[in-house]
């Protein structure tokens, strides 16, 4: 659906990322907590082939933290 303004110019919805880093601005997360924050859901989409996370769950989000701590070397304690 597109939405119109008061110019009848579609309204861009925002994308992924601006949609994170948003969020995190209005938790005053610091910018360095947004950057790494966009990092990881960056590359959890680029490992998933460019999914939209809204059309992942669970079984994902566990193949990616066990990618990570096998292939990546991510330490259990960064996985959260």
């Known amino acids: 659906m597109?939405?119109?303004?008061?110019?009848?110019?579609?309204?861009?919805?925002?994308?992924?990322l601006e949609q994170v880093r948003e969020a995190l601005r209005l938790r005053?997360?610091?910018?360095?907590?947004?950057?790494?924050?966009?990092?990881?859901?960056?590359r959890f989409v680029l490992f998933h082939g460019k999914r939209h996370p809204r059309e992942m769950g669970a079984a994902e989000v566990e193949s990616f933290l066990s990618w990570l701590a096998v292939e990546g070397r991510v330490s259990a304690s960064t996985q959260g």
């Open 28 to 42: 005053h997360y610091s910018l360095r907590t947004e950057q790494a924050y966009a990092h990881w859901v960056k």
């Open 2 to 16: 597109t939405i119109t303004g008061t110019t009848n110019t579609p309204i861009r919805q925002p994308r992924l």
